[in-house]
């Protein structure tokens, strides 16, 4: 049966510099029944008002995967990495046995829009490192793009867990057709317009999880973007 999440249902946090909804338990949102979804553990969907960010803090042992929609994000890290990341790009981070970094929004004027999300990896105590990497809207535009996954395959950046993420774009009669293999099962988020999936019209910020073995049938009559995590 499908498990669907409803973007209204969803944590929110907001302060002065901050917007932020949270499909996962998170920092003040803590729901028991939203923990994650196997290896997948957050989906922070952000909105960072110019001139602001997170300070310098801390993590470990989690894959944190950074996906910006507009805007631009600069981040720092204790590797002495320093980059600013666009739309369309995604920056995979290992955190490992610890690093610490920030994320601001340097514009006077513009809002940086992104989802940040954290994977738990197969591996504890790896060493930190960093990678990021940009994707065309052509490579996306009605089909699946593989973003990241465990092997690096297809210029995708590298993630320590059997996952595959995949950013698919659609618009008027592009259909993406997806088969979930047995043992493995999928989260969709999507991310920006609206989608239909299996006939269920989903929005911006919804999701939908299918058990393996699921055929999935996407489309769009607008401008829709969305995720698709392909777990084991």
């Known amino acids: 049966m499908p498990i669907l999440r409803k973007a209204s249902d969803r944590g929110h946090v907001q302060i002065d510099w901050l917007n932020s909804y949270h499909t996962f338990s998170f920092g003040s ?5 939203w923990m994650g979804f196997q290896s997948l553990r957050v989906i922070n969907d952000d909105v960072i008002a110019p001139a602001s960010g997170f300070g310098t803090h801390g993590h470990r ?7 910006v929609l507009s805007g631009a994000l600069e981040h720092k890290d204790s590797l002495g990495t320093g980059a600013v990341i666009y739309p369309g790009e995604v920056q995979r981070m290992t955190a490992g046995t610890g690093i610490t970094h920030s994320e601001f ?7 940086v829009h992104l989802l940040q999300i954290w994977i738990i990896p197969d591996t504890l105590g790896l060493t930190p490192s960093y990678e990021q990497k940009a994707f065309s ?3 996306k535009q009605g089909k699946l793009r593989l973003v990241a996954s465990r092997d690096g395959r297809d210029g995708s950046v590298t993630v320590n867990q059997d996952l595959n993420l995949y950013i698919g ?3 008027g009669d592009e259909q993406i057709s997806y088969h979930v293999e047995h043992k493995r099962s999928v989260w969709l988020h ?8 299996n006939e269920q019209i989903l929005t911006a910020g919804d999701a939908i999880a299918y058990p393996g073995g699921s055929q999935l049938e996407l489309s769009s009559s607008s401008n829709g973007e969305i995720l698709l995590f392909d777990l084991a």
């Not at 042992?61 to 996906?67: A, F, K, N």
């Open 105 to 111: 929004n340097n514009s006077p004027r513009d809002a």
């Open 61 to 67: 042992d989690m894959e944190i995967i950074t996906y």
């Open 190 to 197: 999507v991310v920006q317009g609206e989608l239909t999936i």
């Open 169 to 171: 774009l659609l618009t």
């Open 137 to 139: 809207a052509a490579e």
């Open 29 to 33: 949102y803590q729901d028991p029944d």
